[in-house]
C-alpha cells in the first residue's frame, strides 16, 4: 500500500477533499487509486496540485464523493484535517 504525502499547505479545496477520501478509506492509497481505476502517483499529484483530474477522474470523484472540477480551482477552506463545514458541503 502507497502512503499519501501532504505538503505543508493543501494547493486547493478539490486536492483537501481528495485527500480526506483518501485517508477515509481502510486501503489508502491502493483502494482510492482502485476505485477510481488510476495510477496512486496520479492520486499523488492531485494532492500535490501537479494535476487536476480529467473528464473520467473527474465524473468518478463526483459519484464517489460529490467533488466537481470546480473545487481544484479554488483556495482550500482549511488545513488539511479541517472538516468541510456542511452549509459548504451542499
Known amino acids: 500500500m502507497g502512503k499519501l504525502h501532504l505538503p505543508a499547505k493543501a494547493s486547493s479545496e478539490g486536492a483537501r477533499r481528495l485527500a480526506q477520501w483518501i485517508m477515509s478509506l481502510d486501503g489508502g492509497m491502493t483502494e482510492a487509486a482502485t476505485a477510481l481505476d488510476i495510477p496512486e502517483g496520479w492520486l499523488q499529484r492531485m494532492v500535490e496540485g ?41
Open 50 to 90: 501537479d494535476m487536476v483530474p480529467g473528464l473520467k477522474t473527474g465524473c468518478d470523484l463526483h459519484r464517489l464523493m460529490g467533488m466537481t472540477a470546480r473545487h481544484f480551482n479554488v483556495p482550500a477552506r482549511g488545513g488539511w484535517f479541517d472538516r468541510v463545514p456542511y452549509a459548504v458541503a451542499a
